[in-house]
């Protein structure tokens, strides 16, 4: 077990609402990543947050946001949901910006209808 | 944009047999992860390499970068039902901190 907590394990939500998972880092740890995993394929980077900063970006639309707190915990809120956006959302926390040794939690299994 | 392709996607093999994955770009890489995710789990990290050539054993597996840290191979032996999983490399670009993962690989070993 990581340490790393998400919350809720499984969401279910209408096309064009708006939702908001979160995502509890390792104790001590201050950079958190967001991650999408379509059904059979990779995780793609959403974004990072380090110390409260969004520290990069992937290719995602400004739909996707999210927020770190002073206790490194870290919301991905989506706004305008769309079906496309069904997918298992991973965090993963890390001691330090660049940190090559990264731990991820169980997910948010969301599915759009 | 960075992409890392795996080989095969699928796999399904006896119990007792090897097998190598691999996963390679046109990129050079920093360092590459080797991630085992299991169904409704996070990808749990088995490896991560950061020198190009660079070899490295986990029991039954073997990890090796590649001389110019553009590609990675995982060799399991004599693979046993607990293998069983998505098998994930991820990179980091230089001077970037976020890490790309590949496809995926899917592995099923037949008890």
């Known amino acids: 077990e990581t340490g790393v907590t998400q919350s809720p394990t499984h969401l279910i939500k209408t096309r064009g609402q708006q939702v908001t998972l979160r995502c509890s880092s390792q104790?001590?740890?201050?950079?958190v990543s967001w991650y999408q995993q379509a059904l059979g394929q990779g995780p793609q980077f959403i974004f990072q947050?380090?110390?409260?900063?969004?520290?990069g970006r992937g290719n995602f639309p400004p739909r996707f946001s999210g927020l770190q707190f002073p206790n490194y915990s870290s919301e991905l809120n989506v706004n305008a949901l769309e079906l496309d956006d069904s997918a298992l959302y991973l965090c993963?926390?890390?001691?330090?910006?660049?940190?090559?040794?990264?731990?991820f939690g169980q997910g948010t299994r969301l599915t759009v209808v | 944009t960075q992409l890392l392709e795996q080989s095969p996607q699928f796999l399904s093999i006896q119990e007792g047999e090897n097998l190598t994955v691999y996963c390679n770009s046109s990129?050079?890489?920093?360092?590459l992860q080797w991630y085992r995710q299991e169904p409704g789990e996070g990808p749990v990290l088995l490896v991560t390499?950061?020198?190009?050539?660079e070899v490295k054993k986990l029991k039954r597996l073997t990890f090796q970068f590649g001389d110019a840290r553009k590609d990675s191979s995982l060799h399991i032996t004599a693979a046993q039902p607990g293998d069983t999983g998505l098998y994930l490399c991820?990179?980091?670009?230089?001077?970037?901190?976020?890490?790309?993962f590949g496809t995926g690989t899917r592995l099923k070993v037949l008890a």
């Open positions: 990129s050079v890489f920093s360092s």
């Open positions: 993963a926390s890390s001691l330090l910006r660049g940190e090559t040794e990264a731990f």
């Open positions: 390499v950061v020198t190009g050539g």
């Open positions: 991820a990179a980091r670009g230089e001077g970037t901190y976020k890490y790309i």
């Open positions: 947050y380090y110390r409260e900063e969004e520290n």
């Open positions: 104790s001590g740890h201050n950079t």
